[in-house]
C-alpha cells in the first residue's frame, strides 16, 4: 500500500485501509526486528565462546576474557539447549512418522496386534504434527525460492528502465522475501566454523569423489543423470553443499555433532541433513548402477563391432552376438542423449551470452534469459568439472 502511496495520491478507502494497517504493520516490523536483535546476540554470544574456550585450553585467557567468558557462557548454553530441543522433537517427530508407517502398512495386511494399535493410536498425533511442519517448512522454501526467481527478471526489468507501476509494487513487496530467503540458504551453506577444513570426502553416506573411480565412464553417466534424474543431481549439489559449506568442509573428519569442533550443527541444517541423507545415498547408489551400466555396454559394443567384423561366425559367436547386440543399442541411445544434453546446453550458454550483451531488451527476451540460464550454468558447471577430472 505504502509503494502505491509513493507512485502517486490513493484513494478515500485506500488511506483508510493505510491507516489501519500501518500500525499492525509497525509493530510486526518492530518485533521482527527485536527477535532478529535476540537471535543475532544470542549468535554472536555462542561464536565468542567458542573462541574464548579455545583461549582457555591454550592457557592465553587473560583476566578480562575470563570474566567475559563467565558473563557470554550462559546465553550461548541457552541457545545451545534450545537448538538441542528443536532437534530431539524434530528427530522424535520423524521416528514416530517412520514408525507410523510401519504400523498403518500392518494394519492394511489386517496383522496389527493390540499392542501395535495402542502404539499407533498415540503416535499419530506426533507423525501428523512432524509431517506438517514438514510441509510448512517445504512451502515456505518453494515461496521463497519463486520470490527469488522473480525478483532477478523484475530488477533485470528495473535495471533497462522497463518496469511498469505494478511491477515496482511487486519488486518491493517481493525482495523482502528473497532476501530473506536468500540469507537463509546462505547460512545454512556456510554454518559456523567451516574455513579451513580438508576436502577428502563428504563423510555422509559417501557420496563424495565417486566420479572419479568410474574413469570414462563418468562423463556418459554424468550426463544421463542430469537428463533423466534432475532431482538426484539437485540432490547431490545441496548435499555437497550442506556437508561440506563453501569452504570445502567435510563431514568425514568434523563428525556430524560438529563443525570443525567449532560446535554443533544448527537446527535448519541438521533437519536439512536428516532429509537428504537417504536421497544421498539414492543418488550414490543410482550413479554406481548408472556407471557399471554403462561400462558393460560400452564393453558389449566394442565386441559387437569386433564380431560384426568377422566372417563365417562360429554357432557361439553368433549366440554372443544376438546377446549382446541390445546392450550396445542401449548404450548407443544413451551416448546420443549425452550430446544432445551437452548440445543444448552449450545453445543455451551462447544464447544467454548474447542477450547479457544486448542492451534495451523486451520482457520476452528477459522472460528467455531468466528461462536459459540455470541450462547454462549446468553446461558451464560441467565443463569446469570436465576440466578439473571430476566430471
Do not use: I
Amino acid at each position: 500500500m505504502e509503494a502505491l502511496a509513493e507512485q502517486g495520491p490513493l484513494t478515500g478507502e485506500q488511506e483508510v485501509e493505510l491507516a489501519e494497517l500501518r500500525p499492525k504493520a509497525q509493530q510486526k516490523q518492530k518485533k521482527k526486528e527485536a527477535n532478529a536483535k535476540r537471535h543475532q546476540a544470542r549468535k554472536a554470544a555462542a561464536a565468542r565462546v567458542a573462541e574464548l574456550e579455545v583461549l582457555k585450553e591454550q592457557g592465553l585467557l587473560t583476566v578480562e576474557q575470563e570474566a567475559e567468558l563467565a558473563e557470554l557462557q550462559p546465553k550461548a548454553e541457552q541457545k545451545q539447549k534450545k537448538r538441542e530441543r528443536d532437534a530431539g522433537r524434530y528427530r522424535a517427530g520423524k521416528v514416530a512418522a517412520d514408525r507410523v508407517a510401519v504400523l498403518e502398512a500392518l494394519k492394511e495386511r489386517e496383522q496389527l496386534t493390540v499392542e501395535q494399535e495402542a502404539e499407533l493410536a498415540e503416535l499419530r498425533p506426533k507423525a501428523h504434527q512432524w509431517q506438517k511442519r514438514k510441509e510448512r517448512d517445504a512451502a515456505r522454501f518453494r515461496a521463497g525460492k519463486a520470490a527469488v526467481a522473480r525478483v532477478s527478471v523484475l530488477e533485470e526489468l528495473a535495471g533497462r528502465g522497463r518496469l511498469m507501476v505494478e511491477q515496482e509494487a511487486e519488486l518491493a513487496e517481493l525482495q523482502p522475501k528473497a532476501e530473506q530467503w536468500q540469507k537463509k540458504k546462505e547460512g545454512t551453506l556456510r554454518g559456523p566454523g567451516r574455513k579451513g577444513c580438508c576436502r577428502s570426502g563428504f563423510g555422509v553416506g559417501g557420496v563424495g569423489g565417486a566420479g572419479a573411480a568410474d574413469g570414462g565412464a563418468g562423463g556418459g553417466v554424468g550426463g544421463a543423470s542430469t537428463e533423466g534424474g534432475a532431482a538426484e543431481a539437485e540432490t547431490e549439489g545441496r548435499q555437497r553443499e550442506v556437508s561440506q559449506g563453501k569452504n570445502g568442509c567435510c563431514r568425514s573428519c568434523c563428525g556430524v555433532g560438529g563443525v570443525g569442533g567449532a560446535g554443533p550443527l544448527a537446527v535448519e541444517q541438521e533437519v536439512e541433513l536428516a532429509e537428504l541423507r537417504p536421497k544421498a545415498h539414492q543418488w550414490q547408489k543410482r550413479k554406481e548402477r548408472d556407471a557399471a551400466r554403462f561400462r558393460a555396454g560400452k564393453a558389449a559394443a566394442v565386441r559387437v563391432a569386433e564380431l560384426e567384423g568377422l566372417e563365417g561366425l562360429t554357432e557361439e559367436q553368433v549366440a554372443e552376438l544376438a546377446e549382446l547386440r541390445p546392450k550396445a543399442q542401449q548404450w548407443q541411445k544413451q551416448k546420443e542423449r549425452d550430446v544432445e544434453w551437452h548440445r543444448v546446453r552449450k545453445a543455451a550458454a551462447v544464447r544467454v551470452a548474447e542477450l547479457e550483451g544486448l542492451e534495451g531488451l523486451t520482457e520476452e527476451q528477459v522472460a528467455e534469459l531468466a528461462e536459459l540460464r540455470p541450462k547454462a550454468q549446468q553446461w558451464q558447471k560441467r565443463r569446469k568439472e570436465t576440466w578439473n577430472g571430476t566430471g
